[in-house]
Structures are given as structure tokens and as C-alpha cells.
């Protein structure tokens, strides 16, 4: 009988082999060459070959745990836990790294040299750490054995040591982070979500009002990052008034972004109250414009003098002739003009025919009666308008990235789908290929025939990075933190779970079972057998391992 180390060498796989398990064997591989290299160096004597190996460390698990965070997505991709706590998280926290990071503060927990956490965090944190790490060794013997044995299958037994670490390394994540940093709260979450709303339906009706073009947006324009949060404020004060904004609330019912600003946003909307539609109207593009062209200034575009009316006439203090144009369910109940402003909220100017209450007049008199000219009160809500917004880009940078950022994913101009019939499709000419998503530069469309009729020489596809990636390649729809990635094992591309809802198996691409692939290349590019499927009594039993 040969001894074990003979037979573990007649197994080894062949590093040009594609399949997951082994090129996780040689990752793992290489991190026990470099631990074993660490060990054996004293690092007082060349502590320059230390730090390099050190780094060297640290590449090699970063690949280690990229590999396994594939194996898992390919073996266990439903029985994942769910990692929707990411969105309490700080954005300057989601790296690519991260989990590398949590591996690192996990050894040095164990090792007692962890001084970033309070020691009553830390004593918390142990038994977690210890919990991962056990945990995550028991993975790499598993993986190991499995990848010299059969590295095309995946036991049951090796599903169940995967289930088990990915819940142990989200909890530990979890508690980690929480301990170094202030999470959101769930209420926090949703008022944050809230005002993505409100910030998306301020950027909606600027560019109905041609305040702004799809153009800046889709070219992310650096302006935006202050003429939204600009316009934001004076939508959630006047036209959203029970959104995120809403001063019927007490300050701490607010977002944490806003509640500081709650008695100057009170004098805002006041003021904005008592304007006309045209002084709105001169009040917001001048938002939209540089921080040094208010309304009350020489450098008022000659332009926004033919489009705005003259401030002080009659009719500009006239709101109900105003046509409907704006839609009911953008704004509050009531009557609704070109600017989507409820007129029940706008008092008129004294003097107008209409029977406002008495009361609501005097109290629109008396708020213009402290200024000079409607020039100067529209100046004044200029600087205070900026101000708040300005603050906001100073002591809530993060909360008003995250917002800002999700904002342009959703308002930016979707990819145009691509015309005319594929190859594939002309050849197929079955109803499938017709629904098929279409994928802009698939790999295996321009020689798709050739390669359906020598599916045995068909080449490996290119595995594009996760990191080149931040949109589905066939619906173009911008992956979030409930919208995972999906690589088909078909082509290589990355797509959303709506997208990639099939599996096949590919023997020519070392598949022999079936794995996940995009609907494109499922109904275009494999055979028709395994497309069309088959039921449990047609499928022929798996042929014994040798």
C-alpha cells in the first residue's frame, strides 16, 4: 500500500486546472508556505524580510478568502447569511478588503495584542474570534481533502462546514464593527432611505423644470454634489412637507442630518412661503448656479429675465390660474401648479381679491415688511439655503455620499438595449432565444455557431474581476447590497440573480454538474438538450469516481 504522502501527490491537481477547488488548494498552499517562511525567520535579525513577508501574508489570504467567497457563491449561493447589516456600515468601511481585515483583528484578539476595542469589547469578542478561526481552519482541511479526492463535487459535508463559517464570520463582522464605530439604527436606516426619496424626486422635477439635464447627471457633474441638496431643502420644505423634512416633528424624529439645522429650516420655510412662483423659480436656479450668483447680484443670466416674469406684479401673487402640469401623487393633497407646489399652503400678497384668511395675510405682510426688496429676502434664503446644504458636505460627508451616490444610480440614464437579432438567436430561431437578455461584447456570440458544433473545443471564458464590474451586464441594473454578483460560468460575465436564474452543466469548461449561468447564454449558446432540461427519471445516474 502506498504511504498517504505518496497518494496526496498522485492527486495533486494541476494549477492549469480551472476548477475552484484547485486553484484553492495552491492559495492555500501558498499561505502555509509563507506561514511557514515567518516562522522560521527570527525578525530582530532582518526585520526588512519580515515586513515583506508579512505582505506577502496578507496578499495571499486576501486570495485565499476571494477564492472561498467564489466556492461558496457556487456551492452554497441560497444558503448564504444575510449580509444585509452592510447597510449600517459607514461607507468608507465597505473595501474590498474588509474581509481580510476582520480574519487579521481576529488573530489579534486570540493573541491579546488587539488595543483598537475597550477591554470589555474585547472580552466579548474573543469567543467569536476564536469561533471564526476554528472554523475557518476546518474549511481549509475540508476544502483540501476534497480538492484531492473529487474537486468538481461538493458533499454535503463540505456545504455544511461552508454554512457554518459564513454565519460565523457575518456575526463576528457584525459585532466587530460595532464595537469600533457607530452604527445605524434601524429608524436611522429608514430615514436615511427617506431622504434618498426625497432627494430623487427633487432631482425628478429640477429636470422637468429644466433646472438640470440628464446630461449632468450622467456625467456626474461635481456641481450636483451641492445644487441637489440645495434644491432638496426647499423641496422637502414646500412641496413634501410630511416627508424626512417634516418640522411637525420634534428635532429628534429627524435624521441626525437635518435635526441640527431644525430652528434655521423653521425660518426657511416660513419665508419660502410668502414667495411667488416666479421669486421660487429665480430662488432655485440661482441655487442651481455658483455659489457667487445669488439673486440679489449684477450677474443674473440675462436668459432667466425672459423666463421669469418681473418680481412685484400683480399677477405674479396670482397662483390659481396656474395650469396643472406637475402629477398629484409627487405632492401633498391639494391643488397643484407648474412648479409642484400645493397652492393651500402659499398665502397671496395683501391686496388680492381672493378670501384668504385675514390673519395669513398679515402674517405674509409682515414677514416681507422686514426686508428692503423682495431682492434682499430673496438673498437672504440664498445664503441660508447654501448654508445648510454646504454643512451638510462638512459634518455629514459620509451619510451625504452614501445618499448622493445612490441618488445618481437611480436617476442616471439606463443603457440602451441592443437592436437587431443576435447570431445566436438567427441560427436558434426558437421563442427562448428571442426573450434571452441581450449582452453587450459576449464573448461566445461571434462564433457561437462554430462553437456549438465543436462544444468539446469551446475555451475557457475570461472571468471578469467583481472589482470591474458595478452593473448587471445584461439589464444594466447597479448591484447594491441586496443586488449581489453572479458570474456566469458561460461566458465569464457578471450578472444580477434575475438574470442568471439557470443552471448547466458545461463539461467542456471542467463543469461537469450543473453551475450557474446568465439567461442569455442558456438559451443561446448551449445545447438543446440541457437547455430544455430534464426530468428526474430521464436524468442518467452520475458515473462513479475512479
Not at 496578499?59 to 478568502?65: E, I, K, N, V
Not at 432631482?203 to 423644470?209: D, F, G, S, T, Y
Request: proline fraction near 8%; charge should be negative; hydrophobic fraction near 40%.
Amino acid at each position: 500500500m502506498l504511504p498517504a504522502a505518496l497518494r496526496r501527490w498522485l492527486r495533486r491537481p494541476k494549477r492549469s486546472d480551472p476548477r475552484l477547488l484547485s486553484q484553492f488548494f495552491f492559495a492555500d498552499e501558498r499561505v502555509m508556505q509563507v506561514v511557514a517562511e515567518i516562522n522560521g525567520l527570527n525578525a530582530e535579525l532582518d526585520p526588512q524580510q519580515y515586513l515583506v513577508l508579512l505582505n506577502q501574508l496578507h496578499l495571499s489570504q486576501a486570495h485565499l478568502l476571494a477564492i472561498l467567497e467564489r466556492i461558496m457563491e457556487e456551492c452554497i449561493p441560497t444558503q448564504r447569511h444575510s449580509r444585509d447589516y452592510l447597510v449600517k456600515f459607514p461607507e468608507e468601511l465597505l473595501v474590498d478588503n474588509l474581509g481580510n481585515h476582520m480574519l487579521f483583528a481576529a488573530e489579534c484578539l486570540l493573541a491579546g495584542t488587539f488595543l483598537e476595542v475597550e477591554e470589555a469589547d474585547r472580552a466579548q469578542l474573543r469567543p467569536q474570534a476564536r469561533n471564526l478561526l476554528c472554523s475557518l481552519e476546518l474549511v481549509r482541511t475540508v476544502l483540501r481533502e476534497q480538492s484531492l479526492s473529487q474537486p468538481g463535487s461538493y458533499p454535503e459535508s463540505v456545504r455544511a462546514v461552508l454554512i457554518q463559517f459564513d454565519r460565523l464570520f457575518a456575526e463576528f463582522e457584525l459585532s466587530y464593527v460595532s464595537s469600533l464605530v457607530a452604527v445605524k439604527s434601524p429608524e436611522e436606516i429608514y430615514r436615511q432611505q427617506e431622504i434618498i426619496v426625497l432627494f430623487c424626486e427633487t432631482v425628478e422635477r429640477a429636470l422637468r423644470l429644466g433646472y438640470l439635464t440628464q446630461e449632468m447627471i450622467d456625467g456626474y457633474e461635481p456641481l450636483l454634489m451641492f445644487t441637489i441638496p440645495r434644491l432638496a431643502i426647499i423641496s422637502g420644505l414646500l412641496i413634501y412637507p410630511e416627508g424626512p423634512l417634516s418640522l411637525e416633528r420634534s428635532p429628534e424624529q429627524m435624521s441626525r442630518v437635518f435635526s441640527p439645522f431644525y430652528n434655521l429650516l423653521k425660518k426657511i420655510r416660513d419665508l419660502l412661503r410668502v414667495l411667488s412662483v416666479e421669486e421660487l423659480c429665480l430662488l432655485e436656479r440661482s441655487l442651481c448656479a455658483a455659489e457667487s450668483e445669488d439673486p440679489r447680484g449684477p450677474a443674473t443670466p440675462p436668459a432667466w429675465e425672459a423666463a421669469v416674469p418681473a418680481v412685484g406684479s400683480a399677477a405674479a401673487w396670482d397662483l390659481q390660474e396656474v395650469p396643472l402640469t406637475c402629477p398629484e401623487q409627487l405632492a401633498p393633497p391639494g391643488v397643484v401648479n407648474n412648479l409642484g407646489i400645493d397652492q393651500c399652503w402659499r398665502p397671496q400678497c395683501p391686496g388680492s381679491s381672493s378670501g384668504l384668511d385675514a390673519s395669513l395675510v398679515a402674517h405674509c405682510s409682515e414677514l416681507r415688511s422686514r426686508y428692503s426688496s423682495a431682492e434682499d429676502m430673496l438673498h437672504t434664503l440664498f445664503v441660508c439655503i447654501s448654508g445648510v446644504a454646504d454643512q451638510l458636505q462638512t459634518n455629514f460627508a459620509s451619510d451625504l455620499r452614501s445618499i448622493l451616490k445612490t441618488v445618481f444610480k437611480i436617476v442616471a440614464s439606463q443603457a440602451e438595449p441592443l437592436e437587431g437579432p443576435s447570431a445566436s438567436q438567427e441560427d436558434d430561431g426558437g421563442p427562448c432565444a428571442a426573450d434571452a437578455p441581450r449582452v453587450a461584447n459576449c464573448p461566445l456570440c461571434a462564433e457561437a455557431a462554430a462553437l456549438r458544433r465543436a462544444a468539446g473545443t469551446r475555451r475557457l471564458p475570461e472571468w471578469v474581476p467583481d472589482s470591474t464590474c458595478s452593473q448587471c451586464s445584461a439589464c444594466r441594473s447597479p448591484f447594491t447590497l441586496l443586488r449581489r454578483r453572479h458570474h456566469c460560468r458561460s461566458c465569464g460575465k457578471i450578472f444580477c440573480a434575475r438574470c442568471s436564474p439557470h443552471t448547466a452543466a458545461l463539461p467542456h469548461s471542467g463543469h461537469p454538474r450543473p453551475v450557474r449561468v446568465c439567461s442569455h447564454c442558456y438559451t443561446a449558446h448551449l445545447a438543446p438538450t440541457p437547455r430544455r432540461g430534464r426530468t428526474p427519471s430521464q436524468t442518467p445516474a452520475p458515473r462513479p469516481q475512479p
